[in-house]
């Protein structure tokens, strides 16, 4: 069956950067995007890009464009999201999940159990 | 960006009512509106796709319909386990979602 695994909770102070990973099982990695969505506390969901295991074209948010970067690794089936220049906004819990795509159209159908990055000084 | 709102944003019902949310989309989506179940501490779980088609092994008592720019989500018959927080989310240009409507026991 399919599994999204992520790593666990980070620390961080304002003006460093996370890395969170995703480990898949399951299915074809190269056959699936996945895409990373955030949620602060107490607040909704918030898409921030995509990647694609099979040739790592991304789409960012524009509102994380530009501290974001979305990585592939074959080899271990993993997904990485990477930010930088974290604020206190940037605290929230951080979701993987595997896109299902019709054509251009995706949504998440699998998703990570979230990975909580706390920015605090 | 297109923008989803969700309505009500707080509902209060009991086990076995029938409860509608709604969403509408700020421009047009066509039919790409899938709809997100979470409880607290836990990832959404994915409940219908493409407007109205039920997600593998989602109960039957849930239902979307819709197309353009409003869509709704009904529970034909509250269960304990449906009280949550429900998502819209268009996939027809990237992701957007709704600010999410909690539902909670009268």
């Known amino acids: 069956q399919v599994q999204v695994v992520q790593s666990g909770p980070e620390v961080k102070k304002p003006g460093a950067s996370v890395k969170v990973s995703c480990k898949t099982s399951g299915y074809t990695f190269t056959s699936f995007g996945i895409s990373w969505v955030r949620q602060a506390p107490g607040h909704g969901l918030e898409w921030m890009g995509w990647?694609?295991?099979?040739?790592?074209?991304?789409n960012y948010s524009q509102k994380v464009q530009g501290r974001v970067t979305m990585t592939t690794d074959t080899s271990t089936t993993t997904i990485y999201m990477e930010l930088r220049s974290l604020t206190s906004d940037d605290t929230a819990i951080y979701y993987c999940g595997r896109n299902r795509c019709f054509g251009g159209n995706c949504y998440v159908d699998s998703w990570g159990q979230g990975t909580l990055v706390t920015v605090s000084s | 960006d297109i923008q989803m709102t969700q309505s009500p944003s707080t509902l209060s019902a009991s086990v076995g009512d029938r409860v509608t949310i709604t969403c509408r989309a700020s421009?047009?989506?066509?039919?790409?509106l899938a709809w997100y179940q979470q409880t607290p501490g836990k990832a959404p779980r994915l409940l219908i796709y493409?407007?109205?088609i039920l997600e593998s092994g989602v109960p039957s008592r849930f239902s979307g319909s819709g197309s353009g720019t409003e869509f709704t989500l009904t529970i034909s018959s509250l269960q304990a386990e449906d009280f949550a927080t429900y998502y819209c989310?268009?996939?027809?240009?990237?992701?957007?979602f709704g600010q999410g409507t909690k539902l909670e026991i009268k």
């Open positions: 493409r407007t109205s």
């Open positions: 990647i694609s295991p099979y040739n790592d074209n991304t």
């Open positions: 421009q047009f989506i066509s039919n790409w």
């Open positions: 989310q268009q996939y027809n240009t990237y992701f957007s």
